[in-house]
Structure formats: structure tokens, C-alpha cells
């Protein structure tokens, strides 16, 4: 089972949603048919349980009133007639059939005033073990009923009250053969008392059919799956509809007195021969009978049984369809999601121009989008990094190139200063300083990150050099709080920037003017701005260098100041990504202004 299981885990996706549909439909129809079946048997078997009490109920007080009727009927012989006739004493043969036929229509006439409904197959008088009372004659065999069972003792110690008797009882009269018949038969017997002198007159039977009862019976069990079975109190059989079921009561039946009325107003299954019959349990008061009904369960649950098979068998074809349905279902879902995996392998050979078609509009089709564009910015990204490194490369072959033989130009230039000061030539001897130290300061590869105050210092030598060159044409103003000077900024990043303001914004103007430098430290950035009053540009070249500073695109023909500009904002970029940046603006006529925001980093905090 841990096996499967494993298995299962480790298996496709394919196989688990397969699996999960077909195990989900049928769990669920399976439950459903389980409790369809279940929820129908309980109902038929209720609905049968309760139609058999209504019938035996009717039974029971149809029964009563004919009981009450018999009880009515047997009075007939304390009537004055009567009872004179039975007084008389013992006749000759053809004085006793006169005073029979007397009785027989004494008795028939109180019927009549009764209205009594049910026949009467016969009327006895025994006394004494003789056969006094005999109507219609010659119908009994007095010496086998007065040997069957012990019946005429319970009726003589009954005191009076009325019997009833099974028809085992009273089989031999009308010459019976001892089976039990489908009608519903059996007798009503009472000891009688001479009313005159109070003694025992002797027993009065009658014999009582009420075919009505099997009318009603016939009428109500069309289907002849209910058989009924009606016992006293010593489960002696009155009435049964049924041979096999009969034989289940009696001195060596399967039921005993205490299990019917256990069993009473409730219902058990039981199998007889084989088969499950649905038993119910009636007891009337006034008759002390037992009214047992056996209903088929086989034939009751026959209904749920065929809803069952039904139910089963939209499960199959459901289940059918499942798997048909999930199959497709999980193909739709796995078949992208595999060529979304070979495409990922090809993409880890490297592979970078791999795509795949966006066939799904679902969540399928946002993981393609995704993945494509995942991969073009994996592919720009390999591209950017690989000109960044070009260029890197470029950059650090030209510093290689700059710094080709410098203690052969560091000499030459204390030649000239040398040469300079034994002239007694003070101006040549500081230009001559200012460009050595000018040199010095931009061959240093080991610092690419410098201070503020040592850039401002770099851009004072160039300032110098300048001031020799156009006299007192440009002013120079420094506006930088001391609190920044411990700032760190790239080497050569403000020399660039004050010389494209004084070729571009100054020395076209005849009359010189002013560069002003600021700086000043807001939202942990350092802002710098370099501005002048010169000339300025008009709206093409602006646009020009704008572009050229938003795309990193430089021309090679572009004067030294622009490649100088591209330069910084380039090397900005590539030290400090987006956080650094450089804006320039001009107005023709008014002047220019570049502006530099770099990330506030302080010599004491971090160094390169």
C-alpha cells in the first residue's frame, strides 16, 4: 500500500489528476447509490410496516364488533324458549329432532334480529358428553371433537365467558380433514347454566366464518406478497393465509407466547427456507389474538434494489465520462506545461532565444507570457552585461595607454618648470605645476572613488591653468559647505563638466562671465550643480545631449566636451546605476546648467 502510494506521489501529473477525477465521481456516486439504496429500503420498509398496522387494525375491529356480535348471538339460548326446551327431559329420537328444529329456528330468528353478518356453519349443545343441540344435523363427530385438544376443559373453566377456538379444534365437524383452510374459520364456544336451578347446562359451540375477512384480505394484498397469520395466547393458529407459515406456530414453532409480545408493534427481518420475509406484530385486547403479517422483503425491496442497479450503472457511465473528461482535461493542462519544460531545458543549454506560443488564455497562458518575457530579459540582461564588460575592458585598456611611460612626462614637466624658475618665468613655472599635478591626479587607477574636497582640488589646478590662459575674462565661484567635503564622488567627474561650460558657455562671449559651483546634501543624495551665464544652446543641440545621456550613445564626432559629458554620465552609470544621475538644461542666451545627484557616501563610512 506504501508502495502504491509512492508511486502515486512520484507519479506524472497526468496520472494524479486521472486518478483524483476517477476516485472523486466514484467515491461520490458510489456514497450516493449506498445512500439512495439505504434512505429507499428504510422508507418501503416503513411504508409497508405502517400499511400492514392499518390492515390489522382494521382486522382487529372488524373483528371485535363480530366478536361482540357472537357474544350477542349466544345468548339466544338463556332466552325463556330456549330454556324450557333444554328443561324438558330426555325425549325419544323424533320428540329430540323436534325440539332441535325448535331451537335451529329460534336461533335463526335471533340472527335475523340482529342482523348478524357472518355465517354460521354450525350450532352445538353438549351435555353431559351427549350431543343435545344439533344444527344442521348430523354434521359432527362428537367423540373426536370431545378428544380434541383440551378445549372443552378451557370453555368449562372459563366460568361462562366466550372462547374462541382455532380450527384444529374443531376440524372434525363438517366431516374436516384437518387442514388448514384459507377462510376465515374457527368456533365460539361458552359453558351455559340452566337458569331455573343455576347448574351446568353443558357447552354451547358454534361454528363461525367470516369470508369477508379473506375478501378484504384479497382486496388490500393484490400482490400476494403479505401473508397473515392469526394466533391466540397458546399460539394456536385461528386464521392463516398461508400452510408454511402456519407450521411456524404451535407447540414446537419457531414463536413462543413472549417473543410475539416482544415482537408486538414492531418489525423484524427473519429468513424462512431461505428467504427474508418482513414480520409485524399486531395484538388485539378484546379477542387476545395475534395478528403476525409476513410481508416478502425480497419482492418489497425489489424497487430499490432495480433504483440501485439503475443509479449503478449512471455511475459506470459517469465514471466513463470521468475518465474521458479527465484525460482531456489533464492533457490540456500537462501538454503546455511539458512544452513549457523542454523549453526551460533548452534554455539551460543556453538557448536564449527559445520562445513559446501562447496558446491558453488561463493561468496556463500567464505562466508562457511569463516565462517569454522571463527569458527576453534574460537574454537583455546577457547582452547589457556583455557591453558593460566591453566597455569596461575599453575603458580600462584606454587608462592602460594613458599611463605609458608617465615618469618620462613627470620629468618633462619638471624640466620645463625647472627651466621656468632659473628664467625667473613664475607664470610657466605654476602652469607647469598645475598640469603636473592635473596629470598626476587622473593616471591614479587605484582610486576610482576620491573626496569631494580632492575633486574640487583637481578642478582648482585646471581652474588655474584657465585663468592664465583668458586672464580675468571668467569668474570661478565655489559655494560647497565644509560638512561635504568628506563626500566621496568619482575621479574626473566636475573637471569635465566646468570645462564644457567654459568652451561651450564662456569663451564665446565677448565679455567673459561667471561659473558658479554648488552642492548640497538633501535625502541622503549629494547634489551638485555646475552653472554659467554664457551663451547657451539652442533647443536641437539640448535635445541632442539629452538623448545622448539618456541612451549612453555617444558620436565620434562630437566635440571633446560632449564625449566628455557622455563620459561622466557614463561612468556614473556603470558605478552607481539608477541611483546617480546627470541632468543638463541650457537656454540660448542665458546659459547652461549640468546637475549631478549621487548617493551620500562619506570617506569614514565606506572607501574604495
Request: negative net charge.
Amino acid at each position: 500500500m506504501i508502495k502504491f502510494i509512492m508511486s502515486w506521489v512520484n507519479g506524472s501529473i497526468v496520472r494524479k489528476l486521472w486518478s483524483t477525477y476517477f476516485l472523486v465521481i466514484f467515491v461520490t456516486i458510489t456514497g450516493i447509490t449506498v445512500a439512495v439504496y439505504s434512505v429507499s429500503i428504510a422508507i418501503l420498509t416503513e411504508q409497508a410496516e405502517q400499511f400492514n398496522y392499518q390492515i390489522m387494525e382494521m382486522l382487529s375491529e372488524k373483528l371485535d364488533n363480530t366478536i361482540m356480535q357472537i357474544d350477542n348471538i349466544s345468548y339466544f339460548i338463556y332466552q325463556d324458549d330456549a330454556q324450557k326446551l333444554l328443561n324438558v327431559p330426555i325425549q325419544p329420537m323424533q320428540e329430540h329432532v323436534r325440539i332441535n328444529n325448535q331451537l335451529a329456528s329460534r336461533f335463526y330468528s335471533w340472527i335475523g334480529f340482529l342482523r348478524f353478518n357472518v355465517t354460521v356453519n354450525g350450532v352445538y349443545l353438549i351435555k353431559n358428553e351427549r350431543l343435545m343441540l344439533e344444527f344442521p344435523e348430523q354434521t359432527a363427530n362428537l367423540n373426536q371433537l370431545l378428544q380434541t385438544g383440551s378445549w372443552y376443559a378451557d370453555v368449562r373453566d372459563a366460568s361462562g365467558r366466550l372462547v374462541f377456538l382455532p380450527l384444529d379444534d374443531i376440524e372434525f365437524i363438517n366431516n374436516g380433514e384437518g387442514q388448514i383452510v384459507q377462510t376465515f374459520r374457527f368456533g365460539a364456544a361458552r359453558w351455559i347454566f340452566n337458569l331455573t336451578q343455576y347448574e351446568p347446562q353443558g357447552v354451547l359451540l358454534m361454528d363461525i366464518e367470516i369470508p369477508e375477512i379473506r375478501k378484504m384480505l384479497d382486496s388490500l394484498y393484490e400482490d400476494h406478497r403479505t401473508e397473515l397469520v392469526v394466533v391466540n395466547k397458546r399460539n394456536e393458529v385461528i386464521y392463516s393465509t398461508s400452510t408454511e407459515k402456519a407450521e411456524l406456530f404451535g407447540s414446537q414453532s419457531v414463536y413462543r407466547h413472549d417473543q410475539l409480545l416482544t415482537a408486538t408493534n414492531s418489525h423484524t427481518i427473519q429468513s424462512i427456507n431461505g428467504k427474508k420475509w418482513l414480520s409485524n406484530t399486531f395484538y388485539s385486547e378484546k379477542t387476545g389474538w395475534y395478528f403476525v403479517t409476513f410481508t416478502d422483503y425480497t419482492r418489497l425491496t425489489g424497487n430499490a434494489e432495480r433504483l440501485s442497479y439503475l443509479i449503478l450503472g449512471i455511475s459506470l457511465v459517469g465514471c466513463s465520462v470521468a475518465i474521458v473528461i479527465s484525460t482531456i482535461t489533464a492533457r490540456k493542462i500537462t501538454v503546455p506545461i511539458k512544452n513549457l519544460q523542454a523549453s526551460m531545458m533548452r534554455v539551460r543549454d543556453k538557448n536564449f532565444s527559445e520562445r513559446i506560443p501562447v496558446t491558453e488564455t488561463d493561468e496556463i497562458g500567464d505562466l508562457q507570457r511569463t516565462f517569454n518575457d522571463m527569458i527576453q530579459e534574460i537574454e537583455h540582461l546577457i547582452v547589457t552585461v556583455y557591453q558593460e564588460d566591453l566597455k569596461e575592458k575599453q575603458a580600462t585598456l584606454n587608462a592602460l595607454q594613458a599611463q605609458i611611460n608617465p615618469h618620462f612626462l613627470y620629468n618633462t614637466l619638471d624640466t620645463i618648470n625647472s627651466m621656468a624658475v632659473l628664467s625667473g618665468n613664475e607664470d610657466i613655472s605654476c602652469v607647469t605645476i598645475a598640469l603636473s599635478n592635473m596629470f598626476h591626479y587622473s593616471v591614479q587607477q587605484d582610486k576610482r572613488l576620491v573626496t569631494l574636497i580632492e575633486e574640487l582640488s583637481n578642478l582648482n589646478d585646471y581652474i588655474s591653468i584657465q585663468r592664465y590662459r583668458f586672464g580675468n575674462r571668467f569668474r570661478f565661484l565655489l559655494d560647497v559647505p565644509s560638512e561635504l567635503y568628506d563626500c566621496e564622488i568619482l575621479r574626473l567627474t566636475l573637471q569635465p563638466l566646468v570645462e564644457n561650460a567654459i568652451v561651450h558657455g564662456l569663451e564665446p562671449k565677448v565679455r567673459g562671465g561667471t561659473v558658479r559651483i554648488t552642492a548640497l546634501h538633501k535625502d541622503n543624495y549629494l547634489y551638485i550643480s555646475i552653472k554659467d551665464d554664457g551663451v547657451g544652446i539652442d533647443e536641437m543641440q539640448l535635445a541632442q545631449i539629452r538623448n545622448m545621456l539618456e541612451n549612453s550613445t555617444t558620436d565620434p564626432t562630437d566635440s571633446e566636451s560632449k564625449i566628455g559629458i557622455s563620459n561622466v554620465n557614463e561612468r556614473l552609470r556603470l558605478f552607481f546605476g539608477g541611483s546617480a544621475s546627470l541632468e543638463f538644461e541650457s537656454v540660448s542666451g542665458k546659459g547652461s546648467c549640468s546637475r549631478l545627484r549621487l548617493p551620500i557616501r562619506h570617506r569614514l563610512e565606506d572607501s574604495i
